[in-house]
């Protein structure tokens, strides 16, 4: 054996009891399980004593916005040190690809609040195949042990930036041509690796679309068996009609469904977590394929821009800051957000108590900087105006650039939510920004840590699983997810003792502690808690 963790605690995510073992690694792969039965002891070249750690696969983010951030940072810790092997980019229905060069410049401009804008990439890919063999060339050449990036990534294909790209930002049905352009990129998307496609429903231009448009576009996907993972058209006002709206348009398109940071906010969903169960357990029990995510934490994160009416957003970014700079329909834009409720914010009235400002597209401003880690409310306060007069000065002085976390969410809901059969985890984190959610850098130990050992919402065996096997499964992975032998030595040493997230929101990049080993292909890229030289991620291609 290559290695060997002698006397571990084995967690092997299937959710089945946990037990003891010594666990062999060969080649990139698990080669041996042997439980305590006194049988000879493995033997290898590194032999490593677990110390009563536990040993689980490597966790899986359903839900991740490291589309630039994997090409940008090889260190990539925010997700290694957690032990994430595995991230699903691609989300909410907009990112890089396929794309032309128009389309290419709109998206950027359009996310900069999720990932910056990007000025720091080389955009050398414009097809789906072309941006995951970008993550497999990685940081070649730049001295690092390895090629690739830092943790594996599989693709969803953006409906978002599809439509942007057949249809452009008008908010009209496409036509047959156009649909017909669509549904050929979907079929080169998946065939090229993607693993389903993703929709923002509350985000322009995806948003326009309806569901027949959808459907013949999720049809394509499940012809290449993938699954839709929807950002749906509402988590305030009108959630549960939308989770609905995308149960019945996933029957029928007969497409599998994974349901995006599946969390009912706003006060209008207090206590109503046991009512989107209930319709999703109705599905299941007629034989639905259905799956979520959810992050372990009640804020959630977007862009200020994204809380704007979706006419405002109508032709994109240059035509939302043209209407904000006309007073008239600035004005009409501020009913719509404080009183009417806009699409943007889930058909909610803006609560500006709710809305902090965690980071600047240009940081380094004195005056930019000065609004992050305050709420819109605080810093008009402060200044002695509305809120919406700081809202709109930020949006044109940050040109729509700005990231917001939204503190709207409800305890016993994402308690209830994440106890459920077919929840996964995924941290929605959103790297960008002086001061990011703190589930970018905390998700999965904040899970094992606060939900497991101190809350006992999920027991250690449950909590391995839903963060591993069970989103192996929905992304149809052959040999990743459990602790089998033959599988993929992605892999998760930790403390079950002592797990936790470091990160807060008062320090959103500390890093978590109590996981001090993780190797991705049986190479260690975390190592006695501290980030390694090796870059052993890749992109991971559909039916791999």
């Not at 005056?367 to 306060?381: F, H, N, P, R």
Request: glycine share 12%.
């Amino acid at each position: 054996m290559d290695l060997v963790v002698r006397d571990v605690r084995v967690v092997d995510g299937t959710g089945e009891a946990s037990y003891r073992a010594d666990v062999g690694v060969s080649d990139g792969r698990i080669a041996a399980v042997r439980r305590e039965s006194g049988a000879p002891r493995l033997s290898g070249a590194r032999v490593l004593d677990a110390g009563g750690l536990a040993l689980s696969p490597g966790f899986i983010d359903m839900h991740a916005h490291s589309d630039l951030a994997l090409l940008r940072d090889p260190d990539h810790s925010a997700k290694a040190a957690q032990g994430v092997t595995l991230e699903v980019i691609g989300q909410d229905g907009l990112s890089y690809a396929p794309v032309d060069d128009a389309t290419l410049a709109e998206v950027r401009k359009t996310i900069t609040g999720w990932n910056g804008d990007g000025s720091d990439i080389d955009f050398d890919w414009r097809t789906v195949g072309e941006y995951l063999d970008r993550l497999d060339r990685g940081f070649e050449g730049q001295g690092f042990d390895g090629r690739g990036i830092a943790v594996n990534a599989a693709y969803l294909i953006p409906q978002g930036t599809l439509r942007m790209y057949a249809v452009g930002w008008d908010d009209r049905p496409a036509t047959d041509a156009e649909l017909t352009r669509m549904k050929r990129l979907v079929a080169e998307s998946m065939e090229q690796g993607a693993v389903g496609m993703s929709s923002g429903l509350t985000y322009t231009p995806g948003m326009y679309a309806d569901d027949a448009e959808l459907t013949e576009l999720c049809r394509v996907v499940a012809h290449h068996d993938g699954y839709y993972c929807p950002h749906h058209r509402s988590y305030g006002a009108g959630a549960l009609q939308a989770y609905e709206e995308m149960v019945t348009l996933s029957r029928n398109a007969g497409c599998a469904l994974h349901l995006a940071h599946a969390t009912m906010n706003f006060g209008v969903n207090e206590g109503r977590a046991p009512e989107l169960l209930a319709l999703l357990d109705g599905a299941l029990d007629a034989g639905a394929d259905i799956s979520l995510d959810t992050y372990p934490y009640t804020p959630g994160a977007t862009t200020l821009a994204a809380m704007l009416p979706s006419w405002a957003n109508e032709g994109g970014p240059e035509a939302t800051l043209e209407r904000l700079r006309d007073p008239a329909t600035a004005e009409k834009i501020r009913h719509h957000v404080e009183v009417i409720g806009s699409d943007g914010c889930h058909g909610v009235p803006m609560e500006w108590d709710t809305i902090e400002i965690s980071g600047v597209s240009s940081p380094e401003s004195p005056e930019l900087s000065a609004y992050v880690g305050a709420t819109i409310a605080e810093t008009a306060a402060r200044a002695g105006e509305q809120p919406w007069t700081t809202a709109h000065r930020l949006l044109l002085a940050d040109n729509l650039g700005s990231s917001i976390i939204q503190h709207v969410g409800h305890e016993d809901n994402v308690r209830r939510i994440m106890r459920h059969r077919v929840h996964t985890g995924g941290s929605d984190g959103i790297l960008q920004g002086t001061k990011p959610h703190p589930r970018s850098y905390g998700t999965f130990p904040h899970y094992l840590g606060q939900y497991t050992r101190e809350l006992g919402v999920l027991s250690l065996e449950e909590c391995v699983a839903h963060l591993t096997g069970r989103p192996a499964a929905r992304l149809r992975l052959k040999d990743r997810g459990l602790i089998r032998e033959g599988y993929r030595a992605d892999l998760v040493l930790f403390d079950p003792d002592t797990v936790a997230a470091g990160s807060t929101f008062a320090a959103p990049r500390t890093l978590p502690v109590g996981i001090p080993h993780v190797l991705i292909d049986g190479r260690f890229v975390i190592e006695d808690g501290r980030r390694t030289n090796t870059l052993a991620g890749r992109s991971v291609r559909r039916g791999e």
